[in-house]
């Protein structure tokens, strides 16, 4: 359990790559990576996440968590500056195409393009007996089988040696 007022450097190390590996390193990864010992690298960077054994490392994770979101947060307004920035450079390079697509993705941010899917969903036994045999018609329909119809003529047993 930790009594200090302030990070020592080896967590200083561990808080930075476990925030800004977020997704890509695991905690444990982190914690050999910031110095500590392998085989207990699992059970230190638990406890180092644990505000009950670590809080002033907790409180510093979720203080470079908040900083690196506010950072990078997306806005309606930024996003669509920046797409009207690359759309210009576009543009500026002959890229049409590039422009374009820029142009196309702050339509969409706008709210000017709707990508609209429907998916049907059914299920056979929400179907009437009728439906069933209209749909099963339908099927056979599709398939367009080949039925030869005929009879089914029985003769004697069939010699299969052959006679040289």
């Known amino acids: 359990m930790s009594r200090r007022k302030h990070l020592t450097p080896q967590q200083i190390k561990f808080v930075n790559l476990l925030v800004y590996n977020e997704g890509r ?7 050999i990576e910031a110095g500590y010992a392998k085989d207990r690298a699992r059970s ?10 670590y809080p002033l490392v907790v409180q ?10 506010e950072k990078y947060r997306v806005s309606f ?14 543009l500026e390079n002959g890229s049409y195409a590039s422009a374009v697509q820029a142009e196309v993705a ?26 069933v045999r209209k ?24 010699d299969r ?3 040289k």
Do not use: F, W
């Open 106 to 131: 702050r339509g969409k941010a706008g709210g000017l393009y709707i990508d609209q899917k429907i998916i049907k969903h059914g299920k056979i036994d929400q179907l009437t007996p009728d439906e």
């Open 77 to 90: 307004e930024t996003h669509m500056r920046d797409l009207e920035q690359i759309k210009q450079q576009a």
């Open 135 to 158: 749909e099963l018609q339908a099927i056979a329909d599709q398939l367009n089988p080949k039925i030869v119809e005929g009879e089914v003529v029985e003769e004697g047993p069939v």
């Open 44 to 53: 230190t960077a638990s406890e180092l996440q644990n505000s009950n054994y």
């Open 25 to 31: 390193k695991t905690a444990t990864d982190c914690a």
């Open 161 to 163: 040696k052959r006679k």
């Open 60 to 69: 510093e994770i979720t203080k470079l968590r908040k900083e690196i979101n």
